[in-house]
């Protein structure tokens, strides 16, 4: 009984900001304007704007995601060797600017990248070429990889804490060299860690529309931005939100491996 | 982002019911007011406040679209409103809007100048819905330190010379609004082949487009970080104001002229409080104050006369003489497949 009222506040929560809100999006996906069940807004992923502008997002978001994952991995590993006190300032400093608006953050990318901008202000006081990259791919994928980084780091040191110091000791003892104990022992027990990370890091990636519109000059039609533009330019809520179920089959894959993957939900502890 | 679109139509719907609970009890003495952000000198509210002793509530909007759909559910009934010419258009068509009583609106007819109101016929036939709260055209905002030659048609910014320089409005219309226009065609055309033509040209200049933007055309080009750039004549004059070596030309084929105004919907449940706040803001003083603010064209004669710096007052660009150009052509209601095909093309020169 007491454990039920507990959970009042946060099953209300989720009533009114997941799940109402979730039905609402189905409810116009699977409707037209007059209110009449259709396909036609899911199957409107297959014409050639929105099959591109998803594989785009698609494109752009695995990139990320490996980049992130292998500044990650090494990163995660060091902070692991650490002692405790020193560690904690890295993870601190890591985690720092997240406490600034993400929003912010991007946009102070973009005058850092612009053409008369802090970088290039550098590098032609130094007589050094320009860096040509905003509003390309390129600087897309620099904005995904440096705000979801720590996503990918935390998980990840989160399982390589965890594996017993003996297991590693004992590969070693039984004739492993440091590779074979890495790809043997440390990479399999830290899985579930790596999939945690790389969902948390491709969701949010794949369905970005600001980082694309900030960084990218919104000359990279990514799917987020054609889900963000029925809203709130078009007007057609009813395609938006059709759109926007197809991707979610995207997310919900990526979860249930994540949840296959990682039983004991460690590597989601932070 | 899910979450995120399903958070916001939540607070959508929060907001809406929230509003409407005020709305119920309207005994108290209040005007609901929607418009655009940063689109009136905050002070003129305290003043009609002090004046009238009406509170106003006032919400604000990014997009005639984010508007439209709260306003057509019915749920938050707002009593003034000010949407863009062809939203006006749009409004009037789903029936929308009450008819405004100029009687009780001394100042409308007082202080907007005649051609506002002939302009404005564009979108609503006989000046029965709208007063003209703002107006302006669109044109090109280059830096004459990186364009050496005169600027006059919209096909510079097709030059290949500029390739990397230059800024196009996000936006669907607009957008489209360009393309046409160069070509000799209206705003508003819904003929096919024309718009096929004006979707390639869209594409063929994509590679020599630096960014897609809106408010930030501004920004980048004060900061002298793109050549030219297509922009609406209000923030033009602002950008001169911090960047003298801008100049703002509205193209020879013609252009976009727009008019913003008040509306009163159907549903608003403070009519007579709606009146006054719009009679308010036709005050020319409340005018002159607004102008200075938001530095966007009034088309209220009677501030322009009271404007003190000559050089504003006498402007090319806030005040171009509207009988001087025979190609300004204001924008129009589509209609949903209209609409629909605009947007249709516009996706797929933007996925190019």
Same mark, same amino acid.
């Given at each position: 009984m007491n454990k039920k009222l507990l959970s009042a506040p946060f099953l209300f929560w989720s009533a009114l900001f997941i799940i109402i809100p979730l039905c609402m999006v189905f409810y116009y996906g699977l409707t037209d304007q007059t209110g009449a069940f259709t396909l036609e807004n899911i199957k409107a992923i297959a014409t050639p704007e929105h099959s591109k502008a998803l594989w785009e997002a698609i494109k752009l978001s695995v990139i990320s995601t490996v980049i992130c994952f292998f500044l990650a991995y090494p990163l995660a590993m060091i902070l692991t060797g650490m002692s405790t006190s020193k560690n904690s300032l890295i993870v601190l400093i890591f985690i720092l600017?997240?406490?600034?608006n993400f929003l912010l953050r991007t946009m102070a990318w973009q005058t850092l990248l612009e053409k008369t901008g802090v970088i290039n202000g550098i590098l032609s006081a130094l007589h050094l070429p320009a860096l040509?990259?905003?509003?390309?791919p390129s600087a897309i994928v620099l904005g995904m990889v440096y705000n979801f980084l720590p996503f990918m780091v935390l998980p990840i040191y989160n399982v390589l804490v965890k594996i017993d110091p003996n297991v590693v000791n004992a590969a070693r003892d039984l004739g492993a060299n440091s590779v074979q104990t890495f790809l043997k022992i440390t990479l399999p027990l830290s899985v579930p860690g790596i999939i945690s990370g790389i969902t948390m890091v491709f969701v949010p990636a794949l369905t970005t529309f600001v980082i694309s519109k900030i960084l990218g000059g919104s000359k990279v039609l990514l799917i987020g931005n054609v889900i963000e533009q029925e809203f709130t330019?078009?007007?057609n809520w009813h395609l938006g939100s059709g759109l926007s179920i197809v991707l979610m089959l995207f997310i919900i894959f990526n979860m249930v491996i994540s949840a296959v993957t990682d039983k004991d939900g460690e590597a989601n502890a932070l | 982002m899910k979450k995120l679109l399903a958070l916001l139509l939540c607070g959508c719907l929060s907001i809406a019911a929230l509003t409407g609970c005020g709305n119920s009890?309207?005994?108290?003495n209040v005007v609901y007011v929607y418009n655009w %952000?940063?689109? /009136?000198?905050?002070e003129t509210l305290e003043l009609f406040e002090q004046e009238t002793g009406i509170k106003v509530i006032y919400d604000e909007f990014e997009t005639n679209e984010i508007m439209y759909p709260k306003v057509e559910a019915g749920s938050s009934a707002y009593d003034v409103i000010c949407p863009s010419d062809y939203m006006v258009n749009k409004m009037i068509e789903n029936d929308l809007l009450q008819e405004i009583n100029y009687d009780h609106i001394p100042n409308a007819k007082a202080n907007i100048g005649a051609d506002y109101y002939r302009t404005a016929r564009d979108f609503d036939p006989d000046n029965k819905y709208c007063i003209p709260y703002c107006w302006g055209t669109v044109g090109i905002l280059y830096n004459k330190t990186m364009v050496d030659e005169p600027v006059t048609s919209w096909s510079i910014l097709w030059d290949e010379k500029y390739a990397g320089e230059i800024l196009m409005q996000d936006s669907v219309r607009d957008a489209f609004m360009v393309a046409l226009m160069m070509k %000799?065609?209206?705003?508003?055309? /819904? !003929?096919e082949k024309e718009l096929r033509e004006a979707t390639d040209l869209l594409i063929a200049q994509k590679p020599l487009v630096q960014a897609y933007v809106i408010d930030q055309v501004r920004d980048k080009m004060i900061g002298g970080e793109a050549a030219l750039g297509v922009i609406y004549s209000g923030e033009a004059i602002f950008t001169q104001r911090e960047n003298p070596d801008l100049e703002y030309v509205i193209p020879e084929e013609g252009s976009n002229v727009w008019i913003d105004g008040w509306v009163i919907p159907k549903?608003?449940?403070n009519v007579e409080n709606a009146e006054k706040f719009i009679n308010f803001m036709c005050r020319d003083d409340i005018a002159l104050m607004n102008f200075e603010y938001i530095t966007y064209s009034t088309p209220n004669v009677a501030a322009q006369a009271l404007i003190e710096d000559e050089e504003i007052r006498n402007s090319k660009i806030a005040f171009? !003489? /509207?009988?001087?150009?025979?190609?300004l052509e204001a924008f129009k209601y589509l209609g949903t497949e209209g609409d629909a095909l605009y947007n249709k093309l516009w996706k797929e020169a933007m996925s190019n």
């Open positions: 600017p997240m406490w600034m040509k990259i905003i509003n390309t330019q078009t007007g | 009890s309207s005994k108290e %952000g940063e689109y /009136l000198d905050p %000799g065609y209206s705003c508003n055309t /819904l !003929d549903n608003a449940p171009p !003489d /509207l009988s001087q150009y025979d190609n």
